[in-house]
């Protein structure tokens, strides 16, 4: 919060990888005597491309806001004041003192982020189960991953977004893309989907025209335009015509699944005619989707076909259905474990991937082990030096963690490092109610964001082209964060912060802080796991090995393990070896339209802003390229209801009103509004969207809300 933040301290030219999202392109970092200068350079998922946020990345080092400081209340109600970092420290730990003599361990709870490296990700789930003994930890990839996880481990035995790697994709003949913007997500990804718009088999999924679904423009393909929140319907009615049609792979589906009968009996209620009803996709459109993907299909001797779900599909109160839906699709097809072909979801956050694997999340011990499975207790206390016996049990996901804040029984005090959950999760109003009902928020960030602004204590921390560390990317492969610059005088490293934590609360668990002696704890804590990385460390990834997991260790003498780049090659992690096909039912959504809130807003995001915007909207450039939230709103719809574009609109539902400038635009159709979520204030999406979670995954509705629209005035 200072407007001179001192310029970094030069090291050296390192080659590393974007702050922001999963595809991790590669980046060469060069500081110069005000920061660092970014360039693009090869790399396999971004073929050496990087988009806007990706070139202005060294902006959020030195942007106005960057925290150099630690800041602190005197007392609730008190403005913020910058402190030393040992009144900082000292207040986080006396009040987690009080907090747990008071109301127990669980009382303080951690809420972690997919943008941590992998060994803040480690660190902060060990150290909430040691030095906390806290079960209350979950993180911002339970808005995120957490529907495709649920719906791979289910059915695959293993959640590794994309079991492929990515550059596999540019040589299928059909890929079908359900609820990704991937050309606004993720730009330099496009240049995979080449091979199946060539050959007219792009297949785009979303109720709306997106930049991604234009792609499939002039041939390339189709735009299928479902009713929001039907895909589930879409997908069976695919289903359906492959079976009814003999376009299953039938030796596959003997050699490698179980199931079929179920879901043949479940698939044939959806004939495309009866599907049509409720996803409006034309029946015949329906029939020449699923042939398009039997034919690309190896079986068939196609040259390959994906599917690739993304947060569109993901982020509802049946999200883990519709996931399962896609995956039984590719199953019927043969195209999982195949190369060339397979399922997919396309992680989102920088380590959307590592972050869900070495245990920030509620039920999680690293290696993406359960932490209700008492082998996997034994083994991960062995490595911290604990007794399993006292490690805590599963606590409640993000949801059900924040709604329980400041509550009878809830946590009392939250620490957040690396989420904006001001921002970012819905029913945001009620959000602020809980933040405020703390005794004590902690808010680690490098900006004074949303969350930052509301906290007791504000601790200042390394990003990026600060620190050393390491991602693992959208295709699993763990990649190597590296320091470009020393960061400001009075910015520590969470590392730092957890280890001295440690002491001042008499923990005599062991901290690291060194990056490469993390990841080799991290390494060991793994080894066995499904997530097992224990053969991997720093200097093999400096060495330029490419690297996916699993990697497990192998013996002194033998050649070290070369990771697993399609792990589904020769059988499944499952009990049995094979993938289980399952019957899923579409049930509406838990937030549709009705009299009284008859249009559907739905949610996502543009280019220019990374997620709560926190760190984006302080880049000149992006602000410059989308500086205000809008409502996507039809001509025909904006005329019905007098609005020009520029003029400002409220949207007002059960959950909470907004206001924002209207972008009228034929993305949309008429009786649907779209809203990026990436701003706070009166133009916050998440006032309106209601925190109704998936049953298995815990997924809020995020993508869906019912809405009235009505003019405020002109701009
Ligand atoms: N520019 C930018 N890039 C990012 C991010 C960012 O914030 N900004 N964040 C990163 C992260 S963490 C993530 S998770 C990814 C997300 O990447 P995507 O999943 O590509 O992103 P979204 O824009 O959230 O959603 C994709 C699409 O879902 C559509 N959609 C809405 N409702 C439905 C529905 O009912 N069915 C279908 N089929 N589609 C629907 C929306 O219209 C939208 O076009 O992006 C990553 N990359
Ligand atoms: N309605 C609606 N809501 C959504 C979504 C949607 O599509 N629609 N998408 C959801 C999805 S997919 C996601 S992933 C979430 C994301 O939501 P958030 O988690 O809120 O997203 P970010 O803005 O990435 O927040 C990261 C914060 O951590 C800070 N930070 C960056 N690096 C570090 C670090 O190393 N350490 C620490 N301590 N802090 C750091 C950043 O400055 C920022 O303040 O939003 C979800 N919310
Ligand atoms: S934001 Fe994503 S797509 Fe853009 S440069 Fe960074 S890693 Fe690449
Ligand atoms: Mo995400």
């Known amino acids: 919060m200072t407007a001179t933040t001192p310029a970094p301290t030069a090291l050296r030219t390192v080659e590393s990888h974007c702050p922001y999202c999963a595809l991790q392109c590669g980046q060469r970092l060069r500081p110069t005597t005000d920061g660092v200068e970014v360039a693009p350079r090869e790399w396999p998922t971004s073929g050496g491309g990087m988009c806007q946020k990706g070139w202005t990345s060294a902006s959020v080092l030195t942007a106005p806001g960057r925290l150099v400081t630690p800041w602190m209340r005197a007392a609730k109600g008190e403005a913020l004041q910058p402190v030393s970092w040992d009144a900082a420290l000292t207040r986080v730990a006396d009040g987690i003192r009080e907090v747990q003599a008071a109301h127990g361990h669980d009382a303080v709870a951690v809420f972690g982020g997919g943008g941590l490296t992998n060994e803040k990700a480690y660190t902060l789930g060990k150290w909430t189960r040691t030095v906390l003994r806290s079960r209350s930890i979950d993180y911002n990839g339970r808005f995120c991953m957490s529907s495709a996880a649920a719906a791979a481990n289910r059915q695959l035995g293993m959640d590794r977004g994309l079991p492929f790697p990515l550059t596999d994709v540019a040589g299928a003949q059909a890929v079908l893309l359900l609820g990704s913007n991937l050309a606004e997500t993720m730009p330099p990804a496009v240049g995979h989907l080449t091979g199946a718009r060539g050959a007219g088999g792009l297949v785009v999924v979303d109720p709306r025209r997106s930049v991604t679904a234009e792609l499939t423009d002039d041939g390339a393909g189709v735009h299928l335009d479902p009713v929001p929140g039907t895909d589930i319907v879409v997908l069976l009615a695919l289903i359906h015509v492959v079976l009814a049609e003999g376009l299953a792979d039938e030796d596959y589906l003997t050699a490698r699944t179980t199931g079929l009968e179920d879901l043949r009996r479940s698939a044939s209620r959806w004939w495309p005619e009866r599907a049509e009803q409720v996803c409006g996709v034309p029946a015949g459109r329906l029939r020449a989707v699923a042939r398009t993907l039997a034919v690309a299909a190896p079986g068939h001797g196609g040259a390959g076909a994906y599917i690739l779900t993304g947060r569109g599909v993901e982020q509802s109160s049946h999200g883990t259905d519709t996931v399962t839906a896609a995956i039984d699709l590719a199953l019927l097809l043969g195209l999982v474990g195949r190369r060339g072909s397979g399922y997919g979801a396309i992680t989102g956050q920088g380590n959307g991937q590592g972050g869900r694997e070495h245990g920030q999340k509620a039920d999680q011990l690293p290696g993406y082990r359960s932490i209700e499975d008492p082998a996997a207790r034994a083994h991960v206390a062995a490595v911290w030096g604990v007794d399993p016996d006292d490690l805590p049990g599963k606590g409640p996901a993000a949801i059900a963690l924040l709604r329980s804040l400041g509550e009878e029984g809830g946590p009392r005090a939250l620490l957040v490092h690396g989420a904006n959950v001001r921002v970012s999760v819905p029913g945001a109003t009620d959000v602020d109610r809980r933040l405020a009902a703390l005794d004590l928020l902690v808010v680690a960030d490098v900006v004074m964001s949303e969350t930052a602004q509301a906290a ?137 339209r009705r009299p009284g809130a008859p249009v559907r807003l739905l949610t996502g995001r543009v280019l220019a802003h990374y997620q709560s915007g926190a760190q984006t909207r302080r880049v000149p450039e992006l602000e410059e390229a989308a500086g205000a939230p809008f409502v996507e709103i039809h001509p025909t719809h904006a005329a019905e209801i007098g609005v020009a574009a520029g003029d400002l609109v409220r949207l007002a539902g059960a959950h909470g009103e907004a206001v924002a400038q209207a972008r009228v635009s034929d993305r949309v159709r008429p009786g649907e509004v779209f809203m990026a979520f990436h701003w706070s204030g009166e133009g916050q999406a998440n006032r309106l969207v209601g925190d109704a979670v998936d049953p298995i995954s815990s997924m809020p509705e995020l993508k869906l809300a019912a809405v009235t629209v009505t003019r405020v005035g002109a701009r």
């Open 456 to 592: 007791d204590v504000v601790l200042p921390v390394t990003q990026w082209a600060e620190e050393e560390g390491t991602m693992t990317n959208l295709d699993g492969r763990v990649i190597r964060r590296r320091r470009a610059v020393q960061p400001p005088p009075g910015v520590r490293t969470e590392l730092e912060v957890w280890a001295e934590l440690a002491n001042r609360l008499g923990s005599g668990v062991r901290i690291e802080t060194e990056a490469s002696a993390v990841f080799d704890e991290l390494a060991r804590a793994s080894a066995g796991g499904v997530a097992d990385y224990s053969g991997i460390d720093h200097a093999r990834l400096d060495a330029g090995e490419v690297l996916h997991w699993p990697c497990p260790a192998t013996a002194a003498g033998q050649a070290a393990h070369p990771g697993t780049p399609r792990p589904f090659a020769d059988g499944f992690p499952t009990p049995d070896g094979r993938a289980r096909l399952l019957p899923v039912t579409w049930r509406p959504a838990s937030d549709d």
